[in-house]
């Protein structure tokens, strides 16, 4: 990849104001694009905003919202897009974990909220996006992945069930796309201490139950993997270097995605890093 992939693009990343985001935000920022940043945190997006070094030729902004209220998310999506025009790459990082625990004793309500924020809010801005990434003649959308998108994940249904509706309207969104010459994929960021990490600790042993004691020997052993590892991945699938590279899941810890570029063919002809259902065939 040369130094400066992203020269001339431009990228909006929600749940820039800290965490993973931010780590998204910079990386792109070193690789040239200019920046419309989102979330709710007004003070902790200027921070990150005005912290990006001096760069000729880019500019970074933000745009305070919530993204699970429509009215706010479209309006920071006109703001941004009369600010930057049309985009090149949206990277849908914003979630909330939502309530931890049992699904019979969790608030239906807030269960529900979880989708606004993980599932809904992305969904509306590949709508909002796409029709300028088509007049660009292409783009890169990014959806992070979470924990139980590839499996049952306890105690944690309604970040789950968003993130793998997350993954599917990505794979989905490939299909849909591909002659638009837009990529459409996923992130695994593997297991991060950033704010969700510190949820997971205040929700208690009645929360995620079978994640709590590994959620804090993470915190005390520092073991987190750093959210840089997965900003590096989400680069690559938002440069040209990744072109044609679509509809997949891509694990940041685990999968050696340098190597994609070489395996473009025989990728495209193979149905690896994506949701499906095993047969027992597969298991032959
Ligand atoms: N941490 C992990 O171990 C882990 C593992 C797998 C996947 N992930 C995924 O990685 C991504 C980043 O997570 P993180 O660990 O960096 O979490 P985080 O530190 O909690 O950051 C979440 C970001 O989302 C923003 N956000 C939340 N609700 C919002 C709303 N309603 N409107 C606008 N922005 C909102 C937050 O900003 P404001 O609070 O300022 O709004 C913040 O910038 C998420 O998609 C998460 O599911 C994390």
Not at 24 to 37: E, K, M
Not at 79 to 106: F, H, I, K, R
Not at 227 to 247: H, M, N, Q, R, W
Request: one cysteine or more.
């Amino acid at each position: 990849m040369s130094h400066a992939p992203l020269a001339g693009k431009s990228a909006l990343v929600t749940g820039a104001s800290r965490g993973l985001g931010e780590a998204v935000a910079r990386q792109l920022w070193t690789a040239g694009a200019s920046l419309a940043l989102f979330a709710r945190d007004a003070a902790a997006l200027d921070a990150v905003t005005l912290s990006l070094p001096p760069a000729a030729g880019q500019s970074a902004r933000a745009f305070p919202c919530d993204i699970g209220d429509f009215a706010s998310l479209d309006a920071a999506h006109a703001a941004a897009a009369a600010a930057l025009g049309d985009l090149d790459v949206l990277v849908n990082n914003a979630a909330v974990q939502g309530p931890l625990g049992p699904m019979e004793t969790l608030d239906f309500a807030a269960w529900r909220r979880v989708f606004d924020v993980d599932l809904f809010a992305a969904a509306r801005l590949c709508q909002l996006v796409v029709p300028g990434m088509r007049r660009r003649g292409g783009g890169k959308i990014v959806n992070i992945s979470g924990g139980g998108a590839t499996g049952p994940r306890p105690d944690v249904t309604a970040y789950a069930c968003a993130k793998t509706a997350l993954v599917r309207l990505g794979e989905t969104l490939a299909e849909e796309l591909r002659d638009a010459g837009i990529d459409v994929n996923g992130v695994s960021p593997g297991a991060m201490n950033t704010r969700m990490l510190e949820e997971t600790l205040a929700a208690g042993p009645a929360g995620a139950r079978r994640e709590y004691a590994a959620a804090a020997e993470r915190k005390a052993k520092a073991t987190g993997v750093p959210p840089d590892k997965a900003a590096e991945l989400v680069v690559f699938l938002a440069s040209p270097a990744s072109d044609g590279i679509t509809g997949r899941l891509l694990s940041a810890v685990w999968d050696d995605w340098k190597s994609l570029p070489d395996r473009r063919d025989a990728l495209a002809m193979s149905d690896v890093y994506t949701l499906r259902r095993i047969t027992p065939d597969d298991r032959k």
